[in-house]
T-cell receptor, first 111, second 113 residues
């Protein structure tokens, strides 16, 4: 089983749509969870951390289910500028240097 | 803002050449990393360093070496470039105690012909 798995997409959605991305991870000892955004031919940038209680940042909502080892990202009211690849990232215990990156899910928001 | 600078954005090298990729960060971070990113394979860790002159192998160190002589600078070296090392290389840094807060450089696109 791959360490961090994501649906590669592409997800093609119209402006204003709600879209959800899912991610599963294999290491039950993982302690930190993130979503990164990567634009075409650019570096990944942190979108948001994911907390056990779930967290929201504007139109973006992240959820974590430790029992199922599952992370999700929900984007409401999609904008053209949301078009990018979204990377699910999982980290180890505090002080661990290792982050494991999913391969990313590509989103295209269409006018 | 954290600044991670990769000096060479686009390079074309010949098979067998020695290649240096340089990375500098300006936030006094202890940890620095080199990744490569390939279509369908995602980001893979090549080497990382948690202090000056310290280095640790990542998941795919073969064919690469690194140098960390100063805290702010982390160099990736391809001793003898091969075509399968054509890729985008990403440098990153993070502060001690917040190892999971990672900042990337803009990437270096290397083509080996």
């Amino acid at each position: 089983r791959k360490e961090v798995e994501q649906d590669p997409g592409p997800f093609n959605v119209p402006e204003g749509a709600t879209v959800a991305f899912n991610c599963t991870y294999s290491n039950s000892a993982s302690q930190s969870f993130f979503w990164y955004r990567q634009d075409c031919r650019k570096e990944p940038k942190l979108l948001m951390s994911v907390y056990s209680s779930g967290n929201e940042d504007g139109r973006f909502t992240a959820q974590l289910n430790r029992a199922s080892q599952y992370i999700s990202l929900l984007i409401r009211d999609s904008k053209l500028s949301d078009s990018a690849t979204y990377l699910c990232v999982v980290g180890g215990r505090a002080g661990s240097y290792q982050l494991t990156f999913g391969k990313g899910t590509k989103l295209s928001v269409i006018p | 803002d954290v600044k991670v600078t990769q000096s060479s954005r686009y390079l074309v090298k010949r098979t067998g050449e020695k290649v240096f990729l340089e990375c500098v960060q300006d936030m006094d971070h202890e940890n620095m990393f080199w990744y490569r990113q390939d279509p369908g394979l995602g980001l893979r860790l090549i080497y990382f360093s948690y202090d000056v002159k310290m280095k640790e192998k990542g998941d795919i160190p073969e064919g690469y070496s690194v140098s960390r002589e100063k805290k702010e600078r982390f160099s990736l070296i391809l001793e003898s470039a091969s075509t399968n090392q054509t890729s985008m290389y990403l440098c990153a840094s993070s502060p001690r105690g917040r190892e999971n807060t990672i900042y990337f450089g803009e990437g270096s696109w290397l083509t080996v012909v």
